[in-house]
């Protein structure tokens, strides 16, 4: 089981920027992506940005091109967005999740598959 945490998110100002941090524990031997998504009332989940564990190769949805970076630290098994020049649309729950081999069924977004594991989301919210 692999088990996900985020933290970083807050309140802020249009323009403004945050770094959401996703800590990974349990088997995370068989994870080959992690990404973002986030949701707001009354809509579907929305697939950020992916990064494969092995190739640091990125994803990136179209609305947050240019704004948003995926990066990670495998050493310590941390996934961080870098989020620059928020809008009011990037307002919020943010969830980071994971891909593991062999296991389906989740949401799919980029090139990763199905992501599966899930944390508990972290708030975003930019105002005007």
């Known amino acids: 089981q692999v088990q996900l945490v985020e933290s970083g998110g807050g309140s802020v100002q249009v323009g403004g920027s945050l770094r959401l941090s996703c800590a990974a524990s349990?088997?995370?031997?068989?994870?080959?992506?992690m990404g973002w998504f986030r949701q707001t009332p009354g809509k579907e989940r929305e697939g950020v940005a992916t990064i494969y564990t092995t190739t640091d190769n990125s994803y990136y949805s179209d609305s947050v091109k240019g704004r948003f970076t995926i990066s990670q630290d495998n050493a310590n098994n941390t996934v961080y967005l870098q989020m620059n020049g928020l809008k009011p649309e990037d307002t919020a729950m943010y969830y980071c999740?994971?891909?593991?081999?062999?296991?389906?069924?989740?949401?799919?977004?980029?090139?990763?598959?199905?992501?599966?594991?899930w944390g508990q989301g972290t708030q975003v919210t930019v105002s005007s």
């Open positions: 999740a994971a891909t593991h081999h062999g296991v389906y069924g989740g949401i799919r977004f980029g090139r990763c598959g199905s992501f599966v594991y």
């Open positions: 349990g088997y995370t031997g068989r994870t080959y992506c």
